[in-house]
């Protein structure tokens, strides 16, 4: 990796130069967490929808980390339960980027412009945003991170997207059945990145101890944050904030440690097996 490239992923990587402070959405009627820088005019803002079974609380660290690079997040805390609907938290995400835009944020020296505005998931809630995305034309940028199945499908509606898209999957997880990465990349309307990142699994940037995690399936895993936070964060500044400073970051041949460019065919031999399986 070019000493640049090196140099940019350890910077983004690192929690941003602004002072986070925390807000409830639930004050705005809709149930949820912002974050936001303490200070500052015209601010792009993404909306954050969780993945299945948890909230946003269990991402509070990369929302901060977002916030502290002067981008406003807010999450909405709803659709917890083992059967969600993925079209409503499309909705909640919507309205999200509305409070953000039409409230007053914080003790009224922070503000949001309109049109520097971003959806951004993880796991279910990476279909989640695609599928927000797809009704919001004006959205700028949506990054769908270590996505997983949605119902409806977020593939046959990603066509409809013409804003940048980012999606990461884990190295091991992306032709399985839990990942829909490299169908949701094709299908995609605009310009698209896809990267896989290695030894990272799909509930990894989940912050804290889980149940499963706590018997060895899918627990935390801080170099998974870690790469993910450095490529959204340059993938957001970029798209949303207008910081070309970080264009090398989304480059399609740029070689980025601990990642891969997200190839449209898997494997040879998941190829191979998906062949005798047919048989």
């Known amino acids: 990796m070019a000493p640049k490239l090196k140099t940019l992923t350890r910077e983004l990587s690192k929690r941003g130069p ?30 954050f929808a969780h993945g299945w079974m948890t909230s946003p609380h269990r991402y509070e660290h990369t929302l901060q980390h977002l916030a502290s690079w002067g981008i406003v997040v807010a999450a909405p805390d709803s659709e917890r339960g083992p059967v969600p609907s993925h079209l409503g938290l499309a909705a909640d995400l919507r309205a999200s980027l509305d409070i953000c835009v039409g409230v007053r944020l914080g003790p009224g020296q922070i503000s949001v412009h309109p049109d520097r505005l971003g959806l951004i998931g993880h796991g279910m809630g ?37 804003a940048p898209g980012l999606i990461l999957a884990g190295a091991d997880d992306v032709d ?6 490299r169908p949701l990349s094709q299908a995609w309307g605009g310009p698209v990145i896809a990267r896989t990142v290695d030894d990272a699994r799909d509930a990894g940037l989940i912050e804290g101890r889980r149940l499963l995690g706590a018997l060895g399936f899918g627990g935390s895993e801080r170099k998974t944050q870690a790469t993910t936070r450095s490529l959204l964060t340059g993938f957001l500044l970029q798209h949303l904030a207008g910081e070309k400073r970080y264009e ?15 190839t449209e065919e898997p494997a040879q031999s998941d190829a191979r097996v998906s062949q005798l399986l047919r048989r």
Do not use: C, M, W
């Open 18 to 47: 602004h002072r986070v402070l925390r807000g409830n959405l639930a004050l705005a009627g809709q149930p949820g967490v912002v974050y936001t820088p303490e200070t500052g005019f015209n601010l792009p803002a993404v909306a």
């Open 126 to 162: 990476a279909g989640v945003a695609v599928l927000a995305a797809a009704q919001r034309a004006e959205i700028g940028a949506v990054a769908a991170l270590f996505p997983a199945p949605t119902a409806p499908k977020a593939e046959n509606y990603a066509s409809k997207i013409t």
């Open 176 to 181: 399985s059945l839990t990942s829909n990465a």
């Open 248 to 262: 090398a970051l989304t480059d399609e041949t740029a070689e980025i440690s601990h990642t891969a460019l997200l």
